[in-house]
């Protein structure tokens, strides 16, 4: 698989999940928001883009200056932390 096809690829997963912002997809790969709309529209089955437009209209965490949370990422107080490779146990 060429890296054309491995940025492609990636955009697209980074575009499905719901905490990575556009900011992000722009910074890593100098696309805006409207170039990633384009891309999914052109790369996915008119069924899943709808289904993607839907998912991300009007949702915060893809966008930046509407999330409720500065930086980092979120973490359930109930998820497990992980160390030295092994699940630790509560």
Do not use: Y
């Amino acid at each position: 698989m060429n890296s054309e096809l491995k940025d492609i690829d990636r955009i697209i997963e980074m575009a499905w999940e719901d905490r990575t912002p556009f900011d992000a997809i722009t910074f890593q790969f100098n696309l805006k928001e409207q170039e990633v709309i384009n891309l999914m529209r052109r790369e996915l089955k008119p069924s899943s883009f709808r289904l993607w437009r839907a998912r991300v209209q009007g949702r915060a965490t893809k966008h930046s200056k509407k999330r409720t949370f500065d930086k980092g990422r979120f973490k359930c107080s109930r998820q497990r932390t992980i160390s030295n490779n092994s699940i630790s146990k509560r």
